[in-house]
């Protein structure tokens, strides 16, 4: 959130809070509740999840436990942006991706229920990708991967990338995107299936250079594709990496299991 005086927001997400750090290397609780509030206990991963800012450069909240979209208001209260499709409750929304028009594309498996695949209180049988119109209307864009997570467009907003958790098919997809912002054509950009159970992690978060360079997490720390999905270098953390995004003056922010940790880059 802003430039070199800025701060960097992330999610804990047991800990159903989000914390801040600024650039004098202080940490700071800034928001807890963060993605569940009800007064019994909501599994293992109750809190937000992926942050990001919409074009007023408001924060946007992928809550778990309460099972929507949330944007943070001027005066510091909450609105509900999304919390169901064809009047059934979401899962537990994932991660999100603004588009330039203002639309909100967010993933949506069920990583926050209590019981995931098998919890009682679910309600839509698939994991969608989904978008928030302009006039809040919630549409289904598909459900053709078994658990997305990560998304994130590319600069010229075509393609849409998507990471899916799945150890049996660990891989990323480019979406073609339509005229209209529906996805069309599907192309798988690359598949560390091979690498689960011998490195930790799966994909998950991920963020774009202005190049259109794909930085990723998956097994074993940060993996960052050119356009085509070529394998241009891994970032190697040994631990369970989460999540990452730029900050100025190509500093890549990662979360890395129970760390913060940041690398200089020449990317922007």
């Given at each position: 959130v802003g430039d070199e005086d800025g701060y960097l927001l992330f999610s804990d997400i047991p800990r159903n809070s989000i914390f801040r750090w600024d650039t004098n290397g202080t940490i700071s609780l800034f928001m807890s509740p963060s993605g569940y509030t009800g007064v019994s206990y909501y599994g293992l991963e109750p809190g937000s999840n992926g942050l990001f800012l919409d074009l007023q450069g408001r924060l946007c909240m992928c809550e778990h436990g309460d099972r929507r979209l949330s944007v943070l208001t001027e005066n510091g209260g909450k609105m509900t942006l999304a919390d169901r499709f064809q009047g059934k409750r979401l899962n537990s929304p994932n991660d999100g991706a603004v588009k330039s028009n203002g639309d909100i594309y967010f993933t949506d498996p069920p990583y926050g229920l209590p019981e995931r695949f098998s919890d009682p209180r679910r309600e839509i049988p698939y994991c969608?990708?989904?978008?928030?119109?302009?006039?809040?209307?919630?549409?289904?864009?598909?459900?053709?991967?078994?658990?997305?997570?990560?998304?994130?467009?590319?600069?010229?907003?075509?393609?849409?990338?998507?990471?899916?958790?799945?150890?049996?098919?660990?891989?990323?997809?480019?979406?073609a995107v339509n005229p209209d912002g529906t996805l069309g054509e599907a192309k798988e950009l690359y598949d560390a299936t091979d690498r689960v159970g011998k490195e930790p992690g799966l994909p998950d978060g991920m963020t774009v250079d202005r190049e259109g360079?794909?930085?990723?997490?998956?097994?074993?720390?940060?993996?960052?594709?050119n356009k085509d999905g070529t394998l241009m270098g891994r970032l190697v953390t040994g631990e369970r990496t989460s999540n990452c995004s730029f900050?100025?003056?190509g500093w890549l922010f990662m979360t890395v299991d129970s760390y913060l940790c940041r690398v200089q880059t020449n990317a922007k």
């Amino acid at each position: 959130v802003g430039d070199e005086d800025g701060y960097l927001l992330f999610s804990d997400i047991p800990r159903n809070s989000i914390f801040r750090w600024d650039t004098n290397g202080t940490i700071s609780l800034f928001m807890s509740p963060s993605g569940y509030t009800g007064v019994s206990y909501y599994g293992l991963e109750p809190g937000s999840n992926g942050l990001f800012l919409d074009l007023q450069g408001r924060l946007c909240m992928c809550e778990h436990g309460d099972r929507r979209l949330s944007v943070l208001t001027e005066n510091g209260g909450k609105m509900t942006l999304a919390d169901r499709f064809q009047g059934k409750r979401l899962n537990s929304p994932n991660d999100g991706a603004v588009k330039s028009n203002g639309d909100i594309y967010f993933t949506d498996p069920p990583y926050g229920l209590p019981e995931r695949f098998s919890d009682p209180r679910r309600e839509i049988p698939y994991c969608g990708v989904y978008r928030i119109t302009q006039a809040g209307e919630v549409e289904l864009l598909t459900k053709d991967i078994e658990r997305p997570n990560g998304i994130a467009f590319s600069p010229d907003e075509r393609p849409l990338n998507v990471a899916q958790s799945n150890p049996d098919q660990a891989n990323w997809t480019a979406f073609a995107v339509n005229p209209d912002g529906t996805l069309g054509e599907a192309k798988e950009l690359y598949d560390a299936t091979d690498r689960v159970g011998k490195e930790p992690g799966l994909p998950d978060g991920m963020t774009v250079d202005r190049e259109g360079n794909l930085w990723a997490s998956g097994p074993g720390g940060i993996y960052v594709f050119n356009k085509d999905g070529t394998l241009m270098g891994r970032l190697v953390t040994g631990e369970r990496t989460s999540n990452c995004s730029f900050g100025p003056n190509g500093w890549l922010f990662m979360t890395v299991d129970s760390y913060l940790c940041r690398v200089q880059t020449n990317a922007k």
